[in-house]
């Protein structure tokens, strides 16, 4: 493949992920004839999650600059994100706090999951996930150090999601997760390395702080779900992503201010 053409795939890639992961239609840029494997397309992950981070660092800086109270503030950029996204892995985390907690067994667990009706515990998961998020940002009063860590939480937390694809068995045999497949090592230890990146810019003692967070975030979702359900789904995926994204704005939250 020609440097033109691997360039060319690389840029359809990015633009079906991006398209996949948030509202925008970034999709109707990729050319009808160009055939996409969406499974290798998930190293683009963590990169639509930049996007994500700058746009939503961008908001949060308009804002900060209408004097706006930092708590108000955090609602509007995490709103806004989940606006951007539609809501895309706060479904995920709610079906998945549902039928863990609600289902007596795995068959049980993943019927729960698969309704679309809202529970008690994926309410309060909601709850939490949101209030996390939204006190972090609300106490990041630097609108540059803001940006850093939106642009690193978003990124980073989405580059595990194409790890669990390909290291966790998909425990469903149907659904999104099982429709995407299993990542190449190559789009795995892209994506990684994205995520990596854009955790750079928090500098020391954040970074290596951050990599061992999201460690931890991985290795706690990968085990539950391998226990409840013998496996990963789309909503495991999300529930992933919203851990690792609450746990790196902590983290900015608790190091950086």
């Given amino acids: 493949m ?18 996949f992961y948030t509202r ?18 998930q190293w683009a992950a963590p990169l639509a999650g930049v996007v994500i981070g700058l746009l939503l660092g961008a ?13 108000l503030r955090g609602i ?9 996204t539609g809501a895309l892995h706060e479904d995920g985390l709610a079906d998945v706090a549902d039928g863990f907690g609600g289902g007596a067994d795995r068959q049980r667990k993943l019927a729960i999951m698969k309704d679309s009706l809202l529970g ?19 106490a990041l009063t630097d609108p540059v150090l803001a940006a850093l860590a939106l642009v690193a939480a978003h990124g980073a937390a989405r580059a595990l999601m ?3 694809l390909r290291h966790l068995p998909n425990a469903r045999g149907e659904g999104v997760a099982h429709r995407i497949g299993r990542p190449s090592q190559g789009a795995d230890l892209a994506a990684v390395c994205i995520g990596v990146t854009a955790l750079l810019p928090l500098g020391f003692p954040t970074v290596p702080l951050g990599l061992v967070v999201l460690a931890i975030a991985y290795i706690a979702v990968a085990t539950l779900a391998h226990r409840q359900i013998g496996g990963q789904t789309g909503d495991v995926c999300g ?19």
């Fill in 2 to 19: 020609s440097g033109v053409a691997r360039l060319e795939r690389l840029t359809n890639d990015a633009l079906v992920a991006l398209g």
């Fill in 24 to 41: 925008l239609p970034s999709w109707r840029l990729v050319p009808p004839d160009r055939a996409t494997d969406f499974s290798n397309v």
């Fill in 59 to 71: 908001l949060n800086g308009a804002v900060d600059a209408m004097d706006v109270p930092d708590l």
């Fill in 76 to 84: 509007l950029v995490v709103a806004c994100g989940i606006l951007l």
């Fill in 120 to 138: 008690s515990y994926g309410t309060l998961a909601l709850i939490v996930s949101f209030m996390l998020r939204v006190t972090a940002i609300a």
């Fill in 162 to 164: 194409p790890v669990m």
């Fill in 239 to 257: 529930t992933l992503q919203q851990t690792g994204e609450a746990a790196i704005l902590t983290l900015c939250a608790t190091l950086l201010v």
